[in-house]
């Protein structure tokens, strides 16, 4: 069965600074996805940043990119220039090709301080 | 833009209750999850359906059951509601053959089982 690993529960960044959140996972596949997903304090979760394992290039959106390291089994979110918007709880998540679930690990929370 | 509702943002039930949980999606997915969200335990898939009137069990479907009548409507279903059934719950739906089948989600129901 696949694993998702997020071995930092809480992370702590100042603003303008940059921060990184770990993500390990366990797959025999060989075709699969992996996500990057934020849910603010009471808000909705919603789809930070994704990336397909047959492509080497590491995934961007904006101030958002992932270090993705295929042999390592390693998936990790490099957030940018953080800023107060970005405190959230962050869940990486896996998902095989062939299926439609999705494997979450237990979540980071990024705390933006001043 | 998707989205996808869930019926009430909290709710209290007493222990024995048959409580429902609604969600709905307007985007025609045929993919819908059911999570629940638990601190240190991030998110457990309940039930997912692929189509009208088909599921399959996730990984924690006991004490649950699902229902899909219509393409956009998903039900969850505990049928007689326990302490240890206090909780977040998370509704989802993706497009199948979409690429990576991203999960939109809804904005969770907070339910306190007394």
């Known amino acids: 069965a696949q694993t998702v690993t997020q071995s930092q529960p809480e992370m702590s960044v100042q603003e303008a600074e940059t921060v990184t959140l770990s993500c390990t996972y366990d797959?025999?596949?060989?075709?699969?996805?992996l996500f990057w997903y934020k849910q603010p304090p009471s808000r909705q979760m919603i789809l930070v940043i994704r990336?397909?394992?047959?492509?080497?290039q590491n995934a961007t959106e904006n101030r958002f990119s992932v270090n993705f390291q295929k042999a390592a089994k390693s998936f990790s979110l490099k957030i940018s220039d953080s800023q107060l918007g970005d405190a959230a709880m962050y869940f990486c998540?896996?998902?095989?090709?062939?299926?439609?679930?999705?494997?979450f690990g237990t979540g980071t929370r990024l705390q933006v301080t001043l | 833009d998707v989205k996808v509702t869930q019926s009430s943002r909290y709710l209290v039930k007493r222990t024995g209750e048959k409580v429902f949980l609604e969600c709905v999606q307007d985007?025609?997915?045929?993919?819908m999850f059911w999570y629940r969200q638990d601190p240190g335990l991030g998110l457990r898939l309940i039930y997912f359906?692929?189509?009208?009137?088909?599921?399959e069990k996730g990984d924690i479907p006991e004490g649950y059951s699902v229902s899909r009548e219509k393409k956009e409507r998903f039900s969850l279903i505990l049928e007689s509601a326990s302490t240890n059934q206090t909780s977040m719950y998370l509704c989802?739906?993706?497009?199948?053959?979409?690429?990576?089948?991203?999960?939109?989600f809804g904005p969770g129901t907070r339910l306190l089982v007394l």
């Open positions: 989802a739906s993706s497009l199948i053959w979409a690429f990576s089948e991203t999960q939109y």
């Open positions: 998540a896996y998902k095989a090709g062939t299926a439609s679930k999705l494997t």
């Open positions: 985007m025609d997915h045929e993919n």
């Open positions: 990336q397909e394992a047959y492509k080497q």
């Open positions: 797959t025999s596949e060989s075709d699969y996805y």
């Open positions: 359906s692929y189509d009208v009137k088909m599921k």
